[in-house]
């Protein structure tokens, strides 16, 4: 009964972050492309548009959700379905934290504890180009025909340097479990984490998994799918409504849980680049040193008119923020919670911000480019660092 | 076209598909319909179809007086309408036999150059945005904005400027005009190397660009390709050089060419102008002479508000001049001059009234259009995008 009340309460928590990351992320994004191409991004809805996932999700929902004519009902209904239960999935086995203890109950910071995690999260996320596959084919259009047959094609480009750079670190860490893969990397300096731990040749698995992750995510520079030039929008040309939505959380879940994966097998979970007692204090240091800037931004030279009143909001906020996780340095039950969730939000946070900061960079590889890409260069790469890696056990343990 | 359907119980296990790419697509920038026969992504066949954008403006000349045509001129080519407003007064100006101040020469070329960069920024910014670079968009847009802002200025309006009048100007310098051109023009060069920054030595850009849309010199001349897309093949043909217009004569610049003849190399070409435009634009403000901005043609330019306010033929004038026209001798004309998009050559006949007899236009996009099926077949969808953004035309040139 405990274990089940316990898992329930995970669930709802887990949940409902993550859903919030997904809306918010989009914000995010928005946010962030703007500034790189001298806009603003979302403004009107809510202060510095903060409630616009909102009012997009309300959009979404209230839309027509048209089928077109001589569609394949079954698989076009199908489709956004697989491709965003997939996308949510995989976070299940992703552990945010260390075990804890909490009113006597003792728990995982993590949904499921799986002992093989690693070959869970591959066979979803191959399982998930389905999703694209199928949408492109059951709509009867022939842009989205040729979106779904790229992403087909994609696919088998890139999953093979993918799951060998993943192969890579578990020589080194010798387990295929999430939680140990993590826990091993703790305890010290950010050197024990793997992507820094056998330089270089984990540090270039690492960026291979990047790589490939971005093409697994269908972004730019591989968003070659969903290429707006030139199939108008890929596979889910012919979506509207929900349908749409469900392509669309799906890509950004898909982001969020490359990202947590990375983060968990690379660069160390939830552990802070540096010991214990000094690495709490920079949650601290951080949020108060956002808020000074946004208090005197706000208080001394406001662009804008509202901008008197929000950023002061937001600076008091993100001051007791600081306060909160100053707090939890002296009582251990709120920090064994809060710092390794801080550590992992903000690995992942920085990953997310490297997805959408490309997005504004770099042009779109062409079809055939990225097959030659991953085939010529990517997978001798990974395949040359598994086994250099491999060899390196071997001769030295 | 039976044998291009899509495969069905009909026409059995054809491999060919026929993919109707426009009217509304993102990147056929404007209303261009290609019709593709593919193979996969293969392109076999392109078959552009154009005439969506249809408005009937040469048509439209032969209702309106001589002087009336110019605001029409605007709306041909509306990324270039300097251009155009600077070709048809050429041309009526070669029927009238008007000699034209250098003042208002000078202001002709400063604003031409203008104009070409306006143009080639949009071009740079749709170019990149088509191959999926976006933020390039905003940024060429921050310097077309201040362009704008420049017409603005100078004829109160932002696009369709219709500034270069027969016979002149439409109005003399607005105060601090040169200042503030010379002060955007002093910066300009840097933001170009900024572009470049982003794009020249980008591997996915080269990737995508060079080898990519190659003509062969030959074919192009004789498809009628002009501009830009004929300087990247090695060919080094500018009316500006050739068959100097407005004075260009005086000024001191180059025609970048290249020899590869691909998207590639028509970027690095355009990229180069808008270097050489700027250089061009420096020596106008500085060789800038006093003088009046219309030429002295009592008969054919409107008189100064102040004149028609104390001389009696000068009101005189302006009522006839406004109610019937001024007469243009009978003949033809041809004057070409070296828009942004290459040759852009008006053909005017008169009968001798107030009322063109026939306009014609030779537009450059047209021309340029027809060397798209060499370029993008045998290529993929992607190529084909590549190489419609390195043509650089617009619908309303294309159509008339």
Known sequence: MDYFLVSLIKIVVVFGAFMTTLAYLQWVERKVLAHIQLRLGPQRVGPHGLLQPLADVIKLATKEGVIPANVNTFFYILAPFIAVSLALISIAVIPFGPAIELFGVRTNLELTSLNIGVLLILAISSVGVYGIALGGWASNNKYSLMGGLRSSAQMISYELPMAIALATPLLVLNTLDLRQIAERQGGGWFWNWTAFSAPPLLFIAFVVFLISAFAETNRVPFDLPEAENELVAGFHTEYSSLAFAGFFMAEYANMVTITCVATTIFLGGWHPPFPAPYSNYVPTALFWFFGAILLFHGLTQPARRWDRFTFPIFGVLSLGLGAIFLGATFFPVVGQILFPVFWFVAKVGLLLFIFIWVRGTLPRFRYDQLMRFTWTFLFPVALGCLLLTGLKVALFG | ?400
């Open chain 2, 1 to 400: 076209m039976e044998e291009t359907l899509i495969a069905s119980p009909e026409t059995g296990s054809t491999r060919k598909m026929t993919l109707n790419m426009g009217p509304q697509h993102p990147s056929t920038h404007g209303v261009l319909r290609i019709v593709l026969e593919l193979d996969g992504e293969t392109i076999l066949t392109a078959a552009p179809d154009i005439g969506y954008l249809h408005t009937g403006i040469e048509k439209e000349f032969e209702a309106k007086f001589y002087a009336q045509g110019t605001p029409l001129t605007d709306r041909v080519d509306y990324l270039a309408n300097l251009s155009n407003n600077l070709c048809y007064a050429l041309t009526v100006e070669r029927l009238l036999g008007l000699e034209i101040p250098a003042r208002a020469n000078y202001t002709r070329v400063l604003m031409a150059e203008l104009t070409r960069l306006n143009s080639h920024l949009v071009w740079l910014g749709t170019h990149a945005l088509d191959i999926g670079a976006m933020s390039m968009f905003f940024y060429c847009m921050r310097e077309r904005e201040d362009i704008l802002r420049i017409f603005e200025m100078f004829s109160g309006q932002r696009m369709m400027t219709s500034y270069i009048r027969i016979g002149g100007l439409a109005l003399d310098h607005p105060r601090g005009g040169l200042d503030t051109i010379r002060k955007f023009i002093d910066a300009f060069p840097s933001k170009v190397d900024e572009y470049e920054n982003l794009l020249d030595q980008n591997p996915i850009w080269k990737n995508r660009t060079q080898g990519v849309g190659y003509i062969p010199l030959d074919d192009m001349l004789d498809l009628g390709v002009t501009g830009p897309m004929i300087r990247a093949a090695g060919l080094a043909w500018d009316i500006r050089k050739s068959e100097p217009y407005s004075g260009y004569e005086l000024f001191d610049f180059d025609i970048p060419t290249r020899q590869e003849g691909d998207v590639y190399a028509r970027y690095q070409v355009r990229m180069d102008e808008m270097r050489q435009s700027a250089r061009i634009i420096t020596q106008a403000l500085d060789g800038m002479p006093e003088g009046p901005f219309k030429a002295e043609a009592p008969k054919v330019m409107l008189p100064d508000r102040e004149k028609m306010k104390t001389q009696m033929e000068a009101l005189i004038y302006h009522f006839k001049i406004v109610t019937e026209g001024f007469a243009v001798p009978k003949g033809e004309a041809y004057v070409a001059v070296e828009s942004p998009r290459g040759e852009l050559a008006y053909y005017i006949v008169s009968d001798g009234g107030s009322k063109p007899y026939r306009v014609h236009m030779r537009t450059p996009s047209f021309g340029n259009l027809q060397a798209l099926p060499a370029m993008v077949e045998g290529g993929l969808i992607a190529d084909s995008i590549a190489g419609l953004g390195s043509m650089d035309f617009v619908l309303g040139d294309v159509d008339r």
